[in-house]
């Protein structure tokens, strides 16, 4: 994992800016929640649940008066009947609007992530209305006072009990951390992804964090629906000790003394440990560059990559973003 977890370094992309819209012709649009459709387009609906209308949810950044950036967004379930490309806006309220376009490669429920846009006008509490396809629902956004600071949750974090210690980081726009990605190879690759900090050195009492899967096979030619295939959700083994191109998922982080730690440091036992992709969801950047934001469960022991000491990771969750770069 270490050479993997120097691969996210090196290749460290600030994506958060840019990961979740796409440049791209014939999109499906919603008018009023009249979808307007081509046959490259996509159909697709909100999920009620009960008298409600799925699990939309707000992360980021609202402050009245401040420009609102990609980093704040809105996350929804939708059910796809049709695969293809796709573009949906929500209405301008209290100042701000979300908007999004992406491709759908499967039918389904699909969780798409909509980018925030405009100044909020008002502090309090905003309802954002959705409607599409004629189902209807809302989601909150909590919009503070100038200068009063504080986000929303992330959607971008990573949270793990280490050592008997719960550690949790999110990516705000103004933390300084950044969903950082990677890949290492050439047509035999393994990708990387974290929650990193983005100017380095790491200050003392942060945490940072890296995952990797590999190894994957005839990259050059893949295509996306083929790189979406190798994250599909399931249980994977983690890469044994020492690999130096790791065949299978490793982890590594950074404590809060700056010491690093590793799957494959030390004996880079894994007996009795877990690596679960939960969630996989296409996102492309305004140049079309592809995307996958990964959810990940995972219990693991991590190894002073120096001593070879050992912690015990309990409870280990992320969410954070592949890419086809």
């Known amino acids: ?150 986000s929303q949750s992330g959607v971008y974090y990573y949270k793990a009990t280490i050592g008997g210690v719960n550690y949790a980081q999110t990516v705000t726009d103004t933390n300084g951390y950044e969903p950082g990605t990677g890949l290492g190879g050439n047509d035999d690759v393994v990708f990387g992804a974290g929650i990193n900090y983005m100017n380095p050195p790491l200050p003392k009492g942060s945490t940072e964090i890296g995952a990797s899967l590999g190894v994957m096979h005839h990259y050059l030619s893949a295509s996306d629906a083929a790189v979406k295939a190798f994250f599909k959700p399931g249980s994977y083994p983690y890469a044994p000790a020492a690999q130096p191109t790791p065949d299978g998922a490793s982890i590594g982080w950074t404590d809060p003394d700056g010491n ?30 592809y995307y996958l934001k990964v959810k990940i469960q995972f219990n693991c022991k991590l190894y002073n990559i120096n001593t070879g000491a050992m912690k015990q990771v309990v409870n280990g969750e992320m969410v954070v973003l592949f890419g086809k770069i």
């Open 1 to 150: 994992m270490k050479q993997a977890k120097d691969c996210v370094k090196a290749c460290l992309l600030f994506v958060a800016a840019i990961s979740l819209l796409a440049c791209q012709k014939e999109f499906s649009t919603e008018v009023n929640g009249t979808q307007v459709i081509t046959d490259s387009d996509a159909v697709f609906t909100l999920v009620p649940v009960g008298s409600s209308c799925s699990d939309a949810s707000v992360s980021g950044d609202f402050q009245v008066g401040s420009q609102l950036t990609a980093a704040s967004s809105l996350s929804v379930t939708v059910n796809v009947t049709r695969t293809g490309n796709w573009k949906y806006t929500t209405p301008a309220t209290n100042g701000i609007s979300f908007s999004g376009a992406g491709k759908f490669t499967a039918a389904g429920q699909q969780t798409i992530a909509l980018l925030a846009s405009g100044k909020p006008v008002t502090a309090g509490s905003t309802t954002i209305p959705l409607k599409i396809a004629g189902a209807n629902c809302s989601a909150t956004v909590t919009v503070t006072a100038a200068g009063s600071g504080g």
């Open 260 to 289: 690093e730690w590793d799957t494959q440091a030390g004996t880079g036992d894994q007996t009795g440990s877990s690596f679960t992709i939960i969630s996989v969801t296409d996102n492309y950047d305004l140049v079309g560059t």
